[in-house]
């Protein structure tokens, strides 16, 4: 494994078990990333985004009906550890999780100051004058102004809740923050403050980011590599300038000819259908009944090809 | 300008919506939201107008206050000739028919215990437009219209994808064959790729049906593809209303710069690297607006006239208005 890998997944897979069947929402996922870095996850609704920051930070519902694969973090393979060694050793400690929609699941009856700092005190067990001192940076880092240590969150407006959520997930110092749909519910300038304080971070904090989302837009601000999921399963994985410019898969390509321009008169285009259901997938290509690229050899499920160090999973590239 | 007042389909003239807080137990008011604080703006006849601005700026206010939902505090709405404000209930009823509204959270707004044909049906019924093998008729129709399958009436809500759900919703708001929709952050709440399919669904249905479209939104990129023209609000004010192209190639507000500067571009490789000026803190509250320009708290040209007088909402260009007291420099 290369010097500079932080975290690095093999097959990582993550099933749930319905009354309608088996959901195959993460289904053999292989990415890794390195120190420092900010890997931003694209793909619609549905294909299994939220799952992969659940699978990755072992924060599981009840229905699981496998878990399995490898998921090495600093070199140790950590789905090796119990639960126990997991809560002691990774969640919180080395990375977090800024969870969707956390602006509006922060606790309305603590002040958001305690709520911060309650991470310290539960996972390293130190003191609440100390754990409030620790916040108190955290807000600095997060650019909410200190007095707003003592209020509660139906006090804050969206964008400063949502640097809350922030704070919280880093104030216990971690090497790899996972942020689920970060600003998806915010305006554009809201959008744009949090997209520079997460700049700022990785920048003073050197924090690495998982950055999930649909608003490729705004992944491009602070994407270093970006990783393209669909159906379960990443399609395309490469630094970020390659991929902006020009992605390969024509998954990805579709993806990027959605997105509406502010200038030029390129009307956005559309993706004919939905992603299929993970309940009962598609043999051969995944993206096979929405491809306007697919031939013959797509029956066949396609394989990884390495060009340029850019990972595609897509015959046309084979 | 006959011509041109004919062509005005909507008329808000000095519309403003408070909203009084209440405080203490005989429930004494001790202040008000000033959510929409005096704007005025026409809409044309076929065309799509877009109102932007921040969370919080009073968007959905202005929306609601124009369909009657809110009464408002002082204006008038004119629709078609009529003002709104002073008409009785039952001819508001007859009125409302002609406007209808989508709302932004297709999960919230369409009632869960019932069937998409009972959901668009509905204002049939209420209005006692037609019943019963005439609505199911209907329906199948509308459903059609919105390019859903008509055998999904039977259906739940919760069965469907936020994309088909907003055009249950939007086939809810064309059983009456209004000429007006208030379209409130119809997409904010779907994935890019889908946003794309109701926006091109909107703008079919906009042609065949020669609908008027008041599209609040606060994606600056997507609104760029439907509008004719863009207004741009800031707590409760109209600070800047253009025609799309010079809005977007030449704003002379300080916000709408700042607003537009902000959005992201998605490949910033390809094209140029833009500077963008992100505005610092917060809207202020809406209960104590800043005196004289709303904006600036946070305006980077602020001089002391700005916090001394309110700055006109004046015609800069022909079909450019500006709220601005330098607007000028930017000319
Ligand atoms: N019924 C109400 N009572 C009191 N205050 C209200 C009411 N409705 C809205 N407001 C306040 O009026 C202001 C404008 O709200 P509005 O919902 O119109 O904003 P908006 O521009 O649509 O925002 P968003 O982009 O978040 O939808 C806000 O400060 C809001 O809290
Ligand atoms: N606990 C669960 N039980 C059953 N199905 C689930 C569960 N969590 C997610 N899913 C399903 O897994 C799929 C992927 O969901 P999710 O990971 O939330 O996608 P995304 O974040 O990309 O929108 C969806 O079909 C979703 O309904
Ligand atoms: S493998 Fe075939 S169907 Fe799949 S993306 Fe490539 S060309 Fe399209
Ligand atoms: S009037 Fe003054 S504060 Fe308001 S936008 Fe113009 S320069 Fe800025
Ligand atoms: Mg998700
Ligand atoms: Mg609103």
Known sequence: MSENTLLRLEDLKLHFQTTKGVVQAVDGVNFSLGYNEAVVVLGESGCGKSSLAKAILRLLPRNVASYSGKVFLNGTDIMAYDDEEFRRNVRWVMMSLVPQAAMNSLNPVLKVGDQVAEPLMTHHGIKKEEALQTARTMFQHVGVPEAFLDRYAFELSGGMRQRVAIAMALVTSPALVVLDEPTSALDVLTQANIFNVLKRLKHELETSFILITHDIATSSELADRVAVMYAGQIVEVGDAKSFFTAPLHPYSKKLMASVPRLRGDQEPEFITGSPPSLLNLPTGCRFRDRCPAAFGRCSEEPPVTVIDQRLVKCWLFN | ?331
Do not use: W
Request: aromatic share 6%.
């Open chain 2, 1 to 331: 300008m006959a011509s041109s007042e004919n062509n005005i389909l909507l008329k808000v003239e000095d519309l403003k919506m408070h909203f009084p807080i209440y405080k203490g137990l005989i429930r004494r008011q001790v202040g008000a939201v000033h959510a929409v604080d005096g704007i005025s703006f026409d809409v044309m006849r076929g065309e799509t107008l877009g109102l932007v601005g921040e969370s919080g700026c009073g968007k959905s206010t202005t929306g609601r206050a124009i369909l009657q939902l809110y009464k408002p505090t002082a204006g008038k709405i004119v629709f078609d000739g009529t003002n709104l404000v002073s008409l009785k209930s039952e001819d508001m009823r007859l009125m409302r028919r002609k406007m209808q509204m989508i709302f932004q959270d297709p999960y919230a707004s369409l009632n869960p215990r019932m069937t998409v044909g009972e959901i668009v049906g509905e204002p049939l019924l209420v209005h006692n437009i037609a019943s019963g093998r005439e609505v199911d008729e209907q329906v199948a129709h509308l459903l059609e219209i919105v390019k859903l399958n008509p055998s999904f009436s039977t259906r739940y809500p919760h069965e469907f994808s936020g994309g088909q759900r907003q055009r249950i919703g939007i086939a809810r708001s064309l059983a009456l064959h209004p000429s007006f929709i208030v379209c409130d952050e119809p997409i904010s709440a779907l994935d890019v790729s889908i946003q794309a399919q109701v926006v091109n669904l909107l703008e079919e249905l906009q042609e065949q049906f020669n609908l008027t479209y008041l599209f609040i939104a606060h994606d600056l990129s997507m609104v760029r593809h439907i509008s004719n023209r863009i207004a741009v609000m800031y707590l409760g004010v109209i600070v800047e209303l253009a025609d799309r192209d010079t809005l977007y190639e030449k704003p002379l507000h300080p916000y709408s710069q700042a607003l537009l500067s902000a959005v992201p571009i998605p490949d910033p490789f390809a094209e140029s690297k833009h500077k963008r000026t992100i505005l610092q803190g917060d809207v202020p509250s809406p209960v104590n607006p800043p005196s004289g320009c709303r904006f600036r708290t946070r305006c980077p040209i602020a001089e002391s006239v700005c916090a001394e007088s309110r700055p006109e909402f004046r015609e800069l260009n022909p079909g450019h208005f500006v709220a601005c007291h330098f607007a000028d420099r930017f000319l």
